[in-house]
Every structure is written in C-alpha cells, then in structure tokens.
C-alpha cells in the first residue's frame, strides 16, 4: 500500500512538472542532446579526440567573452570562437612544426584568458557565467532549442548519408586517403559539426562538463559493442535515460541539473564496467562484442 502511494506521488509529481514549460524545455534538451551527442561523441571517441574536443570546449569561453563586450549573443561568439579554434589546431599541427597537443594546450589557454579579459572590459553589471561554466538544462529557451534540433537535423543527414566514408575515416584514415576518399574535407567538416555540438549544449551541461556528455556514454557504450553503429544508438539510449533520471533526481536533491546528470553518466559506466567484470568471468563478452 505504502508503495503504491509513492508511486502515486511521483506520478503526480511528474505530471505536475511536465505543466511547466522550463521542464518540457529541458526534456526537450535533453533528447536532442542524446541524438546529436550520441552521434558526434562516438566519433570523437572512435577518433581518440576527447583531448581535441576539450581544447575547443575551453576555448569557447573566449568567443562568449567577446560576445559579452561586443552586446551580441555569447553563444554567437561562442560559435565563431570554437570553429576557428578547431581549424586552428588541425592547421597549426598539420602545417607548422607545432605539436597537434601544444596546439590545443595554447588555444585553450587563449580562448580562458581572453574570455576573462574581455568579460573584465565589458561595462555594466559583470553577467552571471556560472550556467555557462556549469550549465543548467532547466534554463534551455526555445531559440536554443530550435538551434539543438537544427544541429541534430543535420548531424542525422550527414552521417546516414556519408556514414560508410565516415566509419572508414574513424578507423582507418590512411586505408580511406588509399581509397581516394576527400579525408581533409570530412575532417574539417567533423571538426565543424564537433564545435558545434559543443557551444550548442554549453546551455545543457556547460564548458566545464559538456565533454562529458560527448565522452562517457559513447566510451560506457564501447565496453559492450565496437561496431560504431551499435555505439551510437546505444550511446543515445544511455545519454537520454541519463538525463532524464538526472533530471527528476536533481529535482528531489534540490541540484544543479547538469552536474547530476554527469554524475549520473559516471554511475552508468561504473554500472557497465562491473556488467562487464561479471560477462568476462561468465565468458560471455566476447559474444557479445562480436554482436
């Protein structure tokens, strides 16, 4: 009886959230940052290019700064910022003798300070940057909304439509270039649709933790597949059931959203290693794996 009465409650209480429009916003969110990240981090994982991806998501922060001073969207700025940072380091490590890891060491220091510097220039009441260090599902407008589903629009087009070239290109660069396939073209396409899956969940999850949403559940979902196209789809039901329990846990906690649902993702890859610890002694990963 106690039970159904709890269940009852909880009921209730979703239902009561799902009357807000901040909390639909965020479902919302949540669901197109599943696709889109889902998509795009197994990429990033497949590439090895978490550190890449955290150079160009620490260097936004100077695009968001110069928005702030020039009185234009930061998330703008962001944009710009985070396209030229990562054709900068691909460019820096491919034609000069720098380091491709120096490469993003330095424009992720420039992109921190300049931020710092000009948001310290910019007159008036110093804005509140703690949504966009940490960020916050439950602050998500419509106009970020509308620009998520854009990216998760053209994200879903270009992988079904080039995913054969992309799949060659993330496991075997040289065999694709063997092949005639435009390798640099598609890497700097993929660095673009990166960058933009980066600023655009700055909103969800922040500079600070929105890798984490293009890393853990893609890297928790390789513990069980390696086809690329099973990470993806297993990746997005991890990233989504995250966040969404993240969310109404973050809500009963009284907790910053995006913090509990990285936590969350964190708990799901332990969750899977110790799946994955009990598979192996039972000699059931390798059937699995092969699946």
Known sequence: MTMFITTTAMNDTI????????????????????????????????????FISGGITHASFGGIGIGYFLGM?????????????????????????????????ILWSLGMALGIIFIFLTPGYAPNLM????????????????????????????????YHTILFISFDEEYARSHKAPVELFNYILLALVALAIVLHIRVAGIILVIS???????????????????????????????????????????PSGATII??????????????????KAGLRKSVQNK
Do not use: H
């Open 213 to 255: 949403y293009l890393t853990i559940p893609q890297t928790t979902a390789n513990i069980f597949y390696s086809d690329l196209r099973r990470i993806i789809f297993l990746s997005i039901a991890i990233s989504l059931l995250g966040s969404i329990a993240g969310l109404l846990i973050s809500y009963y906690l009284n907790l």
């Open 131 to 162: 949504n966009y260090l940490f960020g916050s599902v439950l602050t998500v407008s419509d106009t970020d909304l509308w620009m998520m589903l854009a990216l998760t629009i053209l994200t879903i087009a270009f992988f079904s439509i080039f």
């Open 15 to 50: 239902l009561q959230l799902l009357s807000y429009d901040f909390f639909r916003n965020a479902l919302l969110a949540a669901l197109l940052s599943s696709i889109t990240c889902g998509i795009i981090g197994s990429y990033i994982v497949a590439r090895r290019m978490v």
């Open 73 to 105: 969207n930061p998330i703008v700025g962001a944009v710009i910022f985070s396209l030229l940072s990562a054709f900068g380091i691909r460019l820096a490590s491919q034609r000069t003798d720098i380091r491709e890891d120096s490469a993003i060491g």
């Open 263 to 280: 936590f969350v993702f964190v708990l799901c890859f332990a969750l899977a290693k110790a799946v994955r610890s009990v598979m192996i």
